[in-house]
T-cell receptor
């Protein structure tokens, strides 16, 4: 069974641009969550989607948004990029909303210059 | 504010040593505690703990949860160089009905020298 797949794996953007990251969960998993990982802050929760609905959101500005499609694939978007948005963005999927183990993708490394 | 604190932040040992990693938490609506191992890629799942006092074991790794004292430990016996990684502790919370999210600690960087 394929794991969580994230694309692109690496990207470089300029301040002020916007970026869209994609995540395909493990087949059958309906919950997708996103995390930002930086050396200083560690792993921080961005948001979680289940059945195309955002159910939970972390403490990030409105520039960070996401969505989930009917096939459970998810995208996150960051608009008006800032240098501080440089990070590893991790997507994780889980079978349901019942606290099952969540599995992470390899992540998308974003560098903002 | 929900908080997960791991200690030590870093640790250097020799192959064959036994290590104990600590994770304490102060959260509301605790659901479960999870341990992950992260090398230079995605965190990989190790254990999920929901009940106090029941040890989970996988090979040389084991973990236990104390819900009264609000902490968990991860033990690694007979360490090998391949155990070198960041070990992450995360707490899953109930957040609005059956929803959940993970709050992570900053991790413990374990280096195992040959």
């Amino acid at each position: 069974k394929a794991g969580v797949t994230q694309t692109p794996r690496y990207l470089i953007k300029t301040r002020g641009q916007q970026v869209t990251l994609s995540c395909s969960p493990i087949s059958g998993h309906r919950s997708v969550s996103w995390y930002q990982q930086t050396p200083g802050q560690g792993l921080q929760f961005l948001f979680e989607y289940f059945s195309e609905t955002q159910r939970n959101k972390g403490n990030f500005p409105g520039r960070f948004s996401g969505r989930q499609f009917s096939n459970s694939r998810s995208e996150m978007n960051v608009s008006t990029l800032e240098l501080g948005d440089s990070a590893l963005y991790l997507c994780a999927s889980s079978f349901s909303d019942s606290g099952n183990t969540i599995y992470f993708g390899e992540g998308s490394w974003l560098t903002v210059v | 504010e929900d908080k997960v604190v791991q200690s030590p932040l870093s640790l250097v040992v020799h192959e064959g040593d036994t290590v104990t990693l600590n994770c304490s938490y102060e959260v509301t609506n605790f659901r479960s505690l999870l341990w992950y191992k992260q090398e230079k890629k995605a965190p990989t799942f190790l254990f999920m703990l929901t009940s106090s006092g029941i040890e989970k074991k996988s090979g040389r790794l084991s973990s236990i949860l104390d819900k009264k004292e609000l902490f968990s430990i991860l033990n690694i016996t007979a360490t090998q160089t391949g155990d070198s990684a960041v070990y992450l502790c995360a707490v899953s919370l109930f957040s609005g009905g059956s929803n959940y999210k993970l709050t992570f600690g900053k991790g413990t960087l374990l280096t195992v020298n040959p």
